[in-house]
């Protein structure tokens, strides 16, 4: 993967980098973001990265973060247009409807479910929140 973040650092005219189905874990997703934020020049246009095992909230987190400092990079005529990162479930639902909403105003487009799958019922919503209820007053 060192070898990746070199590449992304080297390439200013870098239009599609698919890094998807590596397993590669939530430490190198964010550095391979990182590396595409901090590299001068790069502006990717497009970005895959799915079923990576971003597992925990906090690394989600992370991740939009650097996503969103990715899409406000621009050279002359590149920006980012369109990004994929399906298999992103540490985050609720309606946060990733709202961050698709977010992406789109800046006129990128977000991908963050499967075909289909954004029309299904909150039902992973509703049972975090009874898994919260379920959670009060339980001693570890």
Known sequence: LPNLFKVILRCPKLDHLNISDLNMG????????????DSEGTVVRELFCNYNEVDSRAAAIKCC?????????????RSLERVDFIGFDSMARQQR???????????????????GEDDEE???????????????GFEQ
Do not use: C, G, M, Y
Request: charged share 45%; no cysteine.
């Open 65 to 77: 973060d650097l996503l969103e400092e990715i899409a406000s990079k621009t050279s002359e005529e």
């Open 122 to 136: 909150d039902d992973d919503d509703e049972e975090d929140q009874d898994d919260e209820d379920d959670d009060e």
């Open 97 to 115: 409807r709202n961050l698709q909403l977010q992406f789109a105003d800046r006129n990128v487009t977000l991908k963050l479910f499967e075909d």
């Open 26 to 37: 939530q430490e190198p997703v964010i550095a391979a973001l990182t590396a595409i934020k």
